[in-house]
């Protein structure tokens, strides 16, 4: 079972830049697929941004395109966001999930191991 690790969070002004790091604890096969994922107060888990591990192919919601980039490390077995133009209304606990599979899943539902979560603050 892979365990993943999240971190870079913090408390940023509107604007600023963050980046996210998530850390898988072995490494991940060819057909998976990591998926960023937030979650505000009261509201729903929602799909911000995924990557094949393989080809490098990505997607991202609307609300995050041109302002947040999806990368990773293969020898690092690691996944990051570069999250730029910062608004409040990004602020959430962040997280980073794997599914196995040929697409990049929206539905967090799909996603079969997660990370702690870590927390993003934008202020206005």
């Known amino acids: 079972q892979v365990q993943l690790v999240e971190s870079g969070g913090g408390l940023v002004q509107a604007g600023g830049s963050l980046r996210l790091s998530c850390t898988a604890s072995?490494?991940?096969?060819?057909?998976?697929?990591m998926g960023w994922f937030r979650q505000a107060p009261g509201k729903e888990r929602e799909f911000v941004a995924g990557?094949?591990?393989?080809?490098?192919?990505?997607d991202y919601s609307d609300s995050v395109k041109g302002r947040f980039t999806i990368s990773r490390d293969n020898a690092k077995n690691t996944v990051y966001l570069q999250m730029n133009s910062l608004k409040p209304e990004d602020t959430a606990v962040y997280y980073c999930?794997?599914?196995?599979?040929?697409?990049?899943?929206?539905?967090?539902?799909?996603?079969?191991?997660w990370g702690q979560g870590t927390q993003v603050t934008v202020s206005s």
């Open positions: 990557i094949k591990w393989t080809f490098g192919t990505t």
């Open positions: 999930a794997v599914v196995r599979g040929p697409f990049i899943y929206s539905d967090f539902a799909r996603y079969d191991h």
């Open positions: 072995r490494r991940t096969f060819s057909n998976y697929a």
